[in-house]
């Protein structure tokens, strides 16, 4: 098993056509073969991503049609609109969702917090102080987990941790 191998690598001085990418890839040619029976293969493939094409197919589309390059600009022009006034109509409603959120947190626990106290008021005697501390305190606790919790998710933690520490 010595059989030796050429690297695939290996320049190749015939000419292998071009295509562009409106026409369909060229073939090899006839004496591709090399001296070894392989065959000499060659693939190119270019894409892009976005909604305008790389100047030299718009350059095309533009020979193809004329005005072509205008229309695919003016469509990209409209989508990125459209996608900025979608995401500004999100933000907005993030932020009325939230200030929503926070007007009925601050009602729920001025009513219990006001609850609690008066139950104390009137019942003095040690069942009722219980009963109204614990009201107001689970309400003061509920209130503190779910500002820090809200601050975890969103990631506008005042306080970072110390990565150092988990190391």
């Known amino acids: 098993m010595s059989k030796k191998h050429k690297p695939k690598h290996q320049n190749n001085k015939r ?8 026409e369909p890839p060229p073939t090899l040619p006839e004496d591709s073969t090399q001296e070894d029976g392989s065959q000499l293969v060659a693939y ?3 894409s892009f991503s976005g909604p305008i094409p790389p100047p030299h197919i718009l350059a095309e589309y533009e020979n193809i049609l004329p005005g072509a390059a205008d229309r695919i600009l003016a469509m990209s022009e409209k989508q990125s609109n459209h996608r900025q006034n979608l995401e500004m ?4 409603g993030q932020r009325r969702e939230t200030r929503i959120g926070q007007f ?13 106290v008066i139950y104390v008021m009137l ?3 040690s069942p009722g102080l219980l009963t109204g501390g ?9 209130l503190v987990y779910a500002f820090r919790y ?10 970072k941790p110390d990565d150092s520490l988990s190391e």
């Open 89 to 92: 109509q999100e933000e907005t």
């Open 104 to 116: 009925l947190g601050f009602g729920i626990a001025v009513a219990v917090i006001s609850a609690s």
């Open 150 to 159: 809200s601050r975890k998710v969103s990631g506008d933690s005042p306080t």
């Open 123 to 125: 019942v003095p005697s």
């Open 44 to 46: 190119k493939r270019q």
């Open 15 to 22: 000419d292998i056509p071009q295509s562009s990418p409106t």
């Open 134 to 142: 614990t009201l107001s305190g689970g309400t003061i606790i509920g």
